[in-house]
């Protein structure tokens, strides 16, 4: 089996991958992913133990039980080049043998949830509501980096989107990915689903202008009015698709529960947005532990 030269896989002194500073034994099979640093500990005040504490720069792990049940909470910081370095090094600590840098023969399939804040799109989408991303849609264009990625993308609906949005060819072209149903099943079985944009920015690239005019000041309206097999795009965040894209390459299963804390249509903001969370925090980790 090929070795994985040591420009490629870089591992810290204390044998830990790179940017996250973890080994193999500190991460749990089911992974919650936040952005935010701060949220980590929405989720781990509720452990009954912490096992593994590790930061670095804006990766934060913590790993522990709840409900008797190892659970790995991890900040990820805003972004999908982001998401690309966590999902990467997630997948090299449970698949790749960090001492001989070779893949393992027996291939291991987490299960990664991104729990976070999303921008709603559909006027019936009320702020502090949860919503499921079913489908994840890349304005981002990372995963068109990889080789073979469009064996996982629904290209019909890709191209449909573009030839709707009249797509602009010096914009990345994007990509539709499907979320994991075992995942979604698990955790949400009854929450909205929805189809989320993941944006590469959170003003121009969402419609936001403040001094700088975007490219097209009508996209979040012709956005809003896409139906693809009866389904409308719901919401905008910055994570989903690199997440759900990488994983469905790797073998691993992935989704994003948001909840939403705007909505772009009725102008509306959900000031004190931390109560929505402490709530979904409560039921992922019920739903996850059970």
């Known amino acids: 089996m090929n070795k994985i030269e040591e420009s490629e896989l870089i591992i810290n002194d204390d044998g830990s991958v790179f940017h996250l500073h973890l080994l193999p034994e500190q991460i749990a099979d089911d992974i919650i992913l936040v952005g935010d640093p701060g949220r ?19 990766f934060v792990t913590k790993t522990g039980f709840y409900n008797g049940k190892r659970l790995t909470v991890l900040a990820t910081g805003i972004g999908t080049d982001n998401i690309d370095i966590v999902i990467n090094e997630l997948d090299a600590l449970a698949n790749i043998n960090l001492k001989t840098r070779t893949e393992k023969t027996e291939k291991k399939s987490l299960n990664l949830l991104r729990v976070g804040t999303s921008g709603g799109l559909q006027e019936d989408l009320a702020v502090g509501s949860f919503l499921m991303s079913e489908y994840s849609i890349g304005f981002d264009g990372l995963l068109n980096w990889y080789r073979d990625s469009e064996k996982f993308m629904d290209l019909d609906f890709e191209n449909a989107l573009k030839k709707h ?3 602009n060819p010096r914009l990345t072209s994007p ?3 499907k979320s994991s149903e075992t995942l ?9 689903r929805g189809i989320t944009i993941s944006s590469p920015g959170f003003y121009g ?17 012709k956005i809003r009015a896409f139906k693809y097999n009866n389904k409308c795009i719901t919401n905008y965040e910055m994570e989903s698709s690199a997440l759900c894209g990488l994983s469905l390459m790797l073998g691993h299963n992935a989704t994003t529960v948001c909840v939403i804390i705007a909505n772009r249509f009725a102008k509306e ?9 402490e709530k ?3 039921i992922v980790l019920e739903r996850l532990t059970k």
């Not at 980590?40 to 804006?58: L, T």
């Not at 903001?269 to 969370?277: A, G, R, W």
Request: proline residues 3%; neutral net charge; hydrophobic residues 35%.
């Open 280 to 282: 979904l925090v409560e």
């Open 269 to 277: 903001f959900l000031p004190n947005y931390k109560d929505s969370m």
């Open 175 to 177: 990509y539709v990915v």
């Open 205 to 221: 690239p969402q419609g936001r202008e403040l001094r700088l005019q975007i490219q097209d000041r009508n996209i979040n309206n």
């Open 40 to 58: 980590v500990d929405m989720f781990c005040k509720h452990f009954e133990k912490i096992e593994h504490h590790v930061q670095n720069r804006e």
């Open 165 to 167: 949005l009249s797509w």
């Open 184 to 192: 979604m099943n698990r955790v949400g079985s009854d929450f909205r």
